[in-house]
């Protein structure tokens, strides 16, 4: 699930590239083809479409000040549980006898 969600993930980035379209432009533009407006207005798709996927990214709403406190609650979450952990793993209670 987590290899599928990243391969996603890696496709969107890519179909974000506006280079190549910036590249085909300026070489319509050299060659004075009458190209330019068809390549113009895939560059101008290919804007809109990132802005919409920016747009519904998670936590995009969030100001950088809410996700710094986020990011300190959870930080201090991860730091009392591994306290926790290190308190029972020191109790010894998970100490199975050894089969003879």
């Given at each position: 699930m987590m290899a599928v969600a990243q391969t996603k993930r890696e496709?969107?980035?890519?179909?974000?590239?506006?280079?190549?379209?910036?590249?085909?432009i300026i070489k319509c533009m050299d060659k004075d083809s009458q190209d330019v407006h068809q390549e113009l207005a895939k560059l101008k798709a290919k804007i809109q479409e990132a802005r919409e996927q920016i747009?519904?990214?998670?936590?995009?709403?969030?100001?950088?000040?809410?996700?710094?406190?986020?990011?300190?609650?959870?930080?201090?979450?991860?730091?009392?549980?591994?306290?926790?952990?290190?308190?029972?793993?020191?109790?010894?209670?998970?100490?199975?006898?050894?089969a003879s």
């Open positions: 496709k969107d980035n890519e179909d974000c590239s506006v280079l190549p379209l910036v590249h085909a747009s519904t990214m998670h936590g995009i709403e969030t100001s950088p000040a809410e996700q710094q406190q986020q990011l300190a609650t959870l930080r201090e979450q991860v730091h009392t549980k591994n306290q926790l952990l290190q308190k029972y793993k020191s109790l010894c209670m998970f100490d199975v006898p050894k």
